[in-house]
C-alpha cells in the first residue's frame, strides 16, 4: 500500500469514528515526531501493539480485501508487565470489503456492530486439519444460541454482537448498500503474529510505498523509547 492511502484511510477512519459519537484515545493523533519524543511510560503501547491497523491482507487490492482497525486495549499472555487477559479493537469495515477467511487457536472473541450498515459474517467449523468443515455450526448472537448450516450468513444490525470461539473459521464484510460499519471487538489477548490461522495464504502486515510522510504511524512503526 502507498502510504498516501495509508493517510487518507486513516483520516477518513477517523472521522466516521467521530460521527459516529466513538472517541479515540489521545495517543491515536501523536505525530511521528512526537512519538520520537516519548520515553518508556509509554512502551505498554508499542509493547501490546496498541493503535492503528491498516492491512490489505497482502492483496494488494485494499478496497475489496482488506480491514482498518485500532487496537484500544491488550496484554501479553505470560508476560508480568501486561497482565491483562483481555483486548479491545474498533474496527471501519467497508461495503463488500472482505477480511478473509480465518480462525484463532487461542482468542475467543465478540464482533460487535456498533453502528453504521449491517455486518455479514460467513462462518464454517474447522476440521482437525483445519479445513473447513461441512458441520452445522453452533453460535451464540447477543446470548441467543443459534445452530445454522456450514456457510451461513449471519447478519448483524447495529447493535447487535455474535460470539466467534476458538477454532471458528469466519469471514466478514459490511452488506452493500447499507453503508460502511463501525465494528468492535471485545476478546482474549490479542496475538497477530501467533494465533491467526488463514484459510488461504495471506500477508497479516502491508508492505508500505513511501510516497508521502506519515500522518499517523501504525502500532508496527513506533520507535524505540
Not at 111 to 127: A, H, P
Given at each position: 500500500?502507498?502510504?498516501?492511502?495509508?493517510?487518507?484511510?486513516?483520516?477518513?477512519?477517523?472521522?466516521?469514528?467521530?460521527?459516529?459519537?466513538?472517541?479515540?484515545?489521545?495517543?491515536?493523533?501523536?505525530?511521528?515526531?512526537?512519538?520520537?519524543?516519548?520515553?518508556?511510560?509509554?512502551?505498554?503501547?508499542?509493547?501490546?501493539?496498541?493503535?492503528?491497523?491498516?492491512?490489505?491482507?497482502?492483496?494488494?487490492?485494499?478496497?475489496?480485501v482488506g480491514l482498518l482497525l485500532f487496537t484500544l486495549r491488550n496484554g501479553i499472555a505470560g508476560d508480568a508487565r501486561y497482565p491483562k487477559p483481555y483486548a479491545e479493537k474498533i474496527m471501519v469495515v467497508e461495503e463488500e470489503q472482505v477480511t478473509p477467511m480465518h480462525f484463532h487457536w487461542k482468542k475467543q472473541e465478540d464482533?460487535?456492530?456498533?453502528?453504521?450498515?449491517?455486518?455479514?459474517?460467513?462462518?464454517?467449523?474447522?476440521?482437525?486439519?483445519?479445513?473447513?468443515?461441512?458441520?452445522?455450526?453452533?453460535?451464540?448472537?447477543?446470548?441467543?444460541?443459534?445452530?445454522?448450516?456450514?456457510?451461513?450468513?449471519?447478519?448483524?444490525?447495529?447493535?447487535?454482537?455474535?460470539?466467534?470461539?476458538?477454532?471458528?473459521?469466519?469471514?466478514?464484510?459490511?452488506?452493500?448498500?447499507?453503508?460502511?460499519?463501525?465494528?468492535?471487538?471485545?476478546?482474549?489477548?490479542?496475538?497477530?503474529?501467533?494465533?491467526?490461522?488463514?484459510?488461504?495464504?495471506?500477508?497479516?502486515?502491508?508492505?508500505?510505498?513511501?510516497?508521502?510522510?506519515?500522518?499517523?504511524?501504525?502500532?508496527?512503526?513506533?520507535?524505540?523509547?
Amino acid at each position: 500500500m502507498k502510504r498516501s492511502e495509508l493517510n487518507l484511510r486513516l483520516k477518513s477512519a477517523a472521522e466516521f469514528m467521530r460521527s459516529m459519537q466513538f472517541q479515540l484515545p489521545p495517543f491515536a493523533f501523536f505525530s511521528p515526531a512526537e512519538w520520537e519524543e516519548k520515553g518508556e511510560s509509554f512502551n505498554s503501547i508499542r509493547d501490546t501493539a496498541l493503535g492503528w491497523d491498516v492491512t490489505d491482507f497482502g492483496s494488494g487490492d485494499f478496497e475489496k480485501v482488506g480491514l482498518l482497525l485500532f487496537t484500544l486495549r491488550n496484554g501479553i499472555a505470560g508476560d508480568a508487565r501486561y497482565p491483562k487477559p483481555y483486548a479491545e479493537k474498533i474496527m471501519v469495515v467497508e461495503e463488500e470489503q472482505v477480511t478473509p477467511m480465518h480462525f484463532h487457536w487461542k482468542k475467543q472473541e465478540d464482533i460487535i456492530n456498533r453502528g453504521g450498515g449491517n455486518l455479514l459474517v460467513k462462518l464454517y467449523n474447522s476440521t482437525a486439519a483445519e479445513t473447513l468443515a461441512d458441520t452445522p455450526v453452533t453460535v451464540m448472537v447477543d446470548g441467543e444460541m443459534r445452530t445454522v448450516p456450514a456457510g451461513s450468513i449471519v447478519t448483524l444490525v447495529p447493535g447487535e454482537s455474535i460470539t466467534l470461539t476458538r477454532g471458528l473459521y469466519h469471514t466478514f464484510w459490511a452488506e452493500k448498500g447499507k453503508g460502511k460499519v463501525l465494528a468492535g471487538e471485545v476478546s482474549m489477548t490479542n496475538d497477530d503474529h501467533g494465533d491467526n490461522r488463514f484459510l488461504e495464504p495471506t500477508g497479516r502486515f502491508p508492505a508500505i510505498e513511501e510516497d508521502e510522510k506519515p500522518l499517523y504511524l501504525l502500532a508496527t512503526e513506533y520507535p524505540k523509547a
